[in-house]
């Protein structure tokens, strides 16, 4: 089984920059593909990136692609979301989650979740 936290969600104004991290529990952490969602109020949670086991493959949503950088450390257990040029509308609380699949983008698909990290993006 795989435990996970998230930290690195706050306040910051639009343009400003975050970096999330996700810290897994398990020996077995670099076995698996680590994603983020998001989920806004009011809103159905969405893929934002995921990235496999060997760094080797990285797919982002739309919304995202060229701000936000998922990367990890397998020797630290740690998946992060490095999130740049932020805007208002990616305001959401902020979930990792891991899958044994090669890569998903499905949330159907991972099953291990962490309890989420805030994010408010001021205008």
């Known amino acids: 089984q795989v435990q996970l936290v998230e930290s690195g969600g706050g306040l910051v104004q639009a343009g400003g920059s975050l970096r999330l991290s996700c810290a897994a529990s398990?020996?077995?952490?670099?076995?698996?593909?680590m994603g983020w969602f998001r989920q806004a109020p009011g809103k159905e949670r969405e893929f934002v990136a995921v990235?496999?086991?060997?760094?080797?493959?990285?797919y982002y949503a739309d919304s995202v692609k060229g701000r936000f950088t998922i990367s990890r450390d397998n020797a630290k257990n740690t998946v992060y979301l490095q999130m740049n040029s932020l805007k208002p509308e990616d305001t959401a609380v902020y979930y990792c989650?891991?899958?044994?699949?090669?890569?998903?983008?499905?949330?159907?698909?991972?099953?291990?979740w962490g309890q989420g990290t805030q994010v408010t993006v001021s205008s």
């Open positions: 398990g020996r077995t952490f670099s076995r698996y593909t």
């Open positions: 989650a891991a899958t044994s699949r090669v890569v998903a983008v499905d949330e159907d698909a991972y099953g291990y």
């Open positions: 990235i496999n086991w060997s760094r080797s493959i990285t």
